[in-house]
């Protein structure tokens, strides 16, 4: 009887996203935006790289984990821009099974990876401002390249299990997925297996990665910020919060929209606002990082200068 349930269920081969509508003018507008967009935040994220790479003076570590925050928004929107910019243009919008869950894989690794690249960040700044002493000893080439390495490899292996048990769930006939990407809760309503489990797992997870990298990031700027105001000279003070509220301001807008996606047991929310607050994280933090990063920072800005003066 196993095997007839089995044959029971049409295996889907692929899935259609319906996308953010089906109105050519608006479509058209949304492909513009997105692709300027896009476009901006890869060069934007290369200058970082390129610009850290050449410049000696930028060799510390907050430079060097600037970088491998840049390389990560450029893995992570390609991820998922350059599928929205051909359905956009495209009659038929689908993706493959394999394709969807390879997306919804370097999705949910990258995000992964990110959360904990900006508690690490938060960490250097932390030894920086609060432990200036110390910051030599505390921060070595060592200790930076086993926390860069540590975020990227735990972020890799943090994608596996949502993925896996997505992969397993028994899709039926239907296979219409109301979003602009494979994310993992459009998925799951569309299953027709019972995915209590699943998502309970998901959500501990989740739950796990987002609110421990969250709660490690928010102490450390506690620290610094309570740090900052016994510093008595107000430019003093003025010079150090600025380098510290930049990164702040991208882990808020990073954490809010992830944490009111994803920790939360009943994925109930409307789909146009679920694409709305994944617009915010696949789309515009990306490009918020070398924006908030680069402008913000006056040793960026000098060693860009130089590197321009010099080609």
Same mark, same amino acid.
């Given at each position: 009887?196993?095997?007839?349930?089995?044959?029971?269920?049409?295996?889907?081969?692929?899935?259609?996203?319906?996308?953010?509508?089906?109105?050519?003018?608006?479509?058209?507008?949304? +492909?513009?935006?997105?692709?300027?967009?896009?476009?901006?935040?890869?060069?934007?994220?290369?200058?970082?790289?390129? /610009?850290?790479?050449?410049?000696?003076?930028?060799?510390?570590?907050?430079?060097?984990? #600037?970088?491998?925050?840049?390389? #990560?928004?450029?893995?992570?929107?390609?991820?998922?821009?350059?599928?929205?910019?051909?359905?956009?243009?495209?009659?038929?919008?689908?993706?493959?099974?394999?394709?969807?869950?390879?997306?919804?894989?370097?999705?949910?690794?990258?995000?992964?990876?990110?959360?904990?690249? #900006?508690?690490?960040?938060?960490?250097?700044?932390?030894?920086?401002?609060?432990?200036?002493?110390?910051?030599?000893?505390?921060?070595?080439?060592?200790?930076?390249?086993?926390?860069?390495?540590?975020?990227?490899?735990?972020?890799?292996?943090?994608? +596996?299990?949502?993925?896996?048990?997505?992969?397993?769930?028994?899709?039926?006939?239907?296979?219409?997925?109301?979003?602009?990407?494979?994310?993992?809760?459009?998925?799951?309503?569309?299953?027709?297996?019972?995915?209590? /489990?699943?998502?309970?797992?998901?959500?501990?997870?989740?739950?796990? /990665?987002?609110?421990?990298?969250?709660? #490690?990031?928010?102490?450390?700027?506690?620290?610094?910020?309570?740090?900052?105001?016994?510093?008595?000279?107000?430019?003093?003070?003025?010079?150090?919060?600025?380098?510290?509220?930049?990164?702040?301001?991208?882990?808020?807008?990073?954490?809010?929209?992830?944490?009111?996606?994803?920790?939360?047991?009943?994925?109930?929310?409307?789909?146009?606002?679920?694409?709305?607050?994944?617009?915010?994280?696949?789309?515009?933090?990306?490009?918020?990082?070398?924006?908030?990063?680069?402008?913000?920072?006056?040793?960026?800005?000098?060693?860009?200068?130089?590197?321009?003066?010099?080609?």
């Amino acid at each position: 009887s196993s095997f007839e349930e089995m044959t029971n269920v049409t295996t889907v081969l692929e899935f259609r996203l319906l996308g953010f509508t089906s109105n050519p003018h608006c479509q058209i507008l949304l +492909f513009t935006v997105f692709l300027v967009i896009y476009i901006l935040t890869i060069l934007g994220n290369i200058i970082i790289i390129l /610009v850290v790479t050449l410049e000696p003076q930028l060799h510390s570590p907050m430079y060097k984990f #600037l970088k491998n925050l840049s390389f #990560l928004e450029v893995c992570y929107t390609t991820t998922i821009v350059p599928k929205i910019l051909a359905d956009l243009l495209a009659k038929r919008k689908s993706i493959s099974f394999s394709g969807c869950m390879a997306q919804l894989y370097y999705f949910v690794s990258l995000g992964a990876t990110e959360c904990y690249l #900006l508690a690490v960040m938060a960490y250097d700044r932390y030894l920086a401002v609060c432990e200036p002493l110390h910051y030599g000893v505390a921060m070595t080439a060592e200790t930076y390249t086993l926390l860069a390495v540590g975020s990227w490899v735990t972020g890799v292996f943090t994608g +596996f299990l949502p993925c896996l048990m997505v992969s397993r769930l028994h899709f039926c006939s239907y296979n219409l997925i109301d979003h602009f990407f494979c994310d993992i809760s459009p998925l799951l309503k569309l299953s027709c297996s019972d995915t209590a /489990v699943t998502e309970a797992v998901i959500f501990i997870l989740s739950l796990l /990665v987002l609110s421990s990298c969250f709660v #490690l990031t928010l102490v450390s700027y506690l620290l610094i910020i309570l740090s900052i105001l016994k510093i008595p000279s107000a430019s003093g003070k003025r010079i150090t919060f600025s380098t510290c509220s930049s990164h702040l301001m991208v882990v808020t807008i990073y954490y809010g929209t992830m944490i009111s996606m994803y920790v939360r047991p009943t994925y109930n929310l409307s789909s146009e606002l679920n694409k709305a607050v994944s617009v915010l994280y696949t789309v515009v933090t990306p490009i918020l990082n070398p924006v908030i990063y680069s402008l913000r920072n006056k040793a960026f800005k000098k060693a860009l200068e130089k590197i321009v003066i010099r080609y």
